[in-house]
């Protein structure tokens, strides 16, 4: 009996032990991204380019890099964290929308923070509006066993809302407010412009820079045709048309890239969306084919029911409407099938999360 009572005590103890490990493992794991997270505030503060740079994944660190030299590296803005709260797995990919292939087979994780910035010397107007309370992700990239940032962005504090998991101050209901207004606008007018970061050297050769704040139709024009089959026409075009559009038309709001070095909306790769310059002029017989299709839409925006924009995520290949993402392919089944636009947009997105589980609609402005 007494060897049973020592047996059960050892293994009672082993678990504990074990336990305790995993929760101190744990704990450091969280404690050395919020280290991070008040570390990116001194660095950007104190303009500390090597510190500021080593925060992050390698990728965005050999990006950096090339802007080293830049004496408008630090664009002048400051940051004082005041909150920070890490988000639930689901809830931090649909805050900092992150895309299934942006950072490849590596784990992530995201914060919510909640910081005050003061861009009262930055000349930049991309990252200007940037001042006073500003609700931030902090996506987290795990390399070589050390958590990096992969970026910072903009929060959707709406998601972070609805799933619970904000901080429920004056702060957040002000966000969500502004934010509200700013995804309802899409019954009055589209952006202007939208900030594109240039990574492609075609399109830093045609530019002359690396931030430009490209008109917005002519963004549109130049990303088709590198997502769509311009040739095929018709409601599919139409439909591509708009995804890309309102794809675009989200990120004007909750920037993805709105800090240090530059500061923008999007970049011209396959991570948002495939922008490159003259795109839309090397279309030949086929510009009218996609004048047709922008026109349709041009003074149109996708809502949800509520009357408010959203992500419009799409891929090249088959999707079903349980997804929640539009399919080039199934866009032009549809198309053949005698499918309106709109019906082939409601196949894909009605009741996805992205729309709030809602019915989508078009408005016109």
């Known amino acids: 009996m007494k060897n049973l009572v020592k047996r059960i005590a050892a293994i009672v103890l082993c678990f504990s032990m074990l336990f305790g490990n995993m929760a101190i493992t744990h704990a450091e794991e969280l404690d050395s991204r919020v280290e991070l997270i008040y570390s990116y505030q001194d660095f950007v503060n104190q303009k500390d380019l090597n510190n500021y740079i080593s925060l992050f994944d390698s990728a965005?660190?050999?990006?950096?890099?090339?802007?080293?030299?830049?004496?408008?590296?630090?664009?002048?803005?400051?940051?004082?964290?005041e909150r920070v709260k890490l988000l639930s797995y689901d809830t931090g990919l649909k805050a900092a929308y992150i895309e299934n292939n942006e950072f490849g087979n590596n784990e992530v994780s995201v914060y919510y923070v909640q910081a005050v910035c003061d861009t009262s010397e930055v000349t930049s107007e991309n990252i200007k509006p940037l001042n006073g309370d500003i609700s931030y992700v902090f996506v987290f990239v795990k390399e070589d066993n050390a958590w990096k940032i992969g970026r910072v962005s903009i929060a959707d504090v709406n998601q972070i809302a609805l799933a619970g998991e904000g901080f429920d101050n004056d702060v957040e209901d002000a966000a969500l407010v502004?934010?509200?207004?700013?995804?309802?606008?899409?019954?009055?007018s589209q952006p202007s412009s939208i900030c594109i970061k240039m990574t492609k050297k075609a399109n830093t050769d045609y530019w002359g820079k690396t931030y430009v704040d490209v008109p917005f139709k002519e963004y549109i024009l130049n990303v088709v045709p590198n997502e769509y089959v311009v040739s095929y026409g018709g409601e599919y075009l139409k439909a591509g048309n708009m995804a890309v559009k309102m794809f675009g038309w989200y990120y004007t709001i909750h920037k993805k890239y709105p800090n240090s070095p530059?500061?923008?909306?999007?970049?011209?790769?396959s991570v948002d969306q495939n922008y490159l310059a003259g795109s839309y002029d090397a279309l030949g017989t086929y510009k009218s084919t996609l004048d047709?299709?922008?026109?349709?839409?041009?003074?149109?925006?996708?809502?949800?029911?509520?009357?408010?924009?959203?992500?419009?995520?799409?891929?090249?290949?088959?999707?079903?409407?349980?997804?929640?993402?539009?399919?080039?392919?199934?866009?032009?089944?549809?198309?053949?099938?005698?499918?309106?636009?709109?019906?082939?947009?409601?196949?894909?997105y009605n009741n996805s999360t992205n729309a709030g589980k809602e019915t989508v609609k078009i408005v016109t402005y």
Do not use: H
């Open 178 to 188: 502004n934010e509200r207004i700013a995804m309802a606008r899409a019954s009055l």
């Open 60 to 81: 965005t660190q050999e990006w950096m890099n090339q802007f080293r030299d830049d004496p408008n590296f630090f664009l002048g803005e400051k940051v004082n964290i």
């Open 262 to 269: 530059g500061g923008c909306d999007l970049q011209d790769t």
């Open 292 to 348: 047709t299709a922008y026109s349709a839409i041009e003074s149109e925006a996708l809502v949800n029911n509520s009357g408010t924009i959203f992500c419009t995520q799409y891929v090249a290949g088959k999707t079903d409407s349980s997804k929640g993402i539009l399919g080039a392919e199934t866009a032009y089944s549809l198309s053949k099938d005698g499918k309106t636009y709109l019906q082939i947009l409601q196949n894909a």
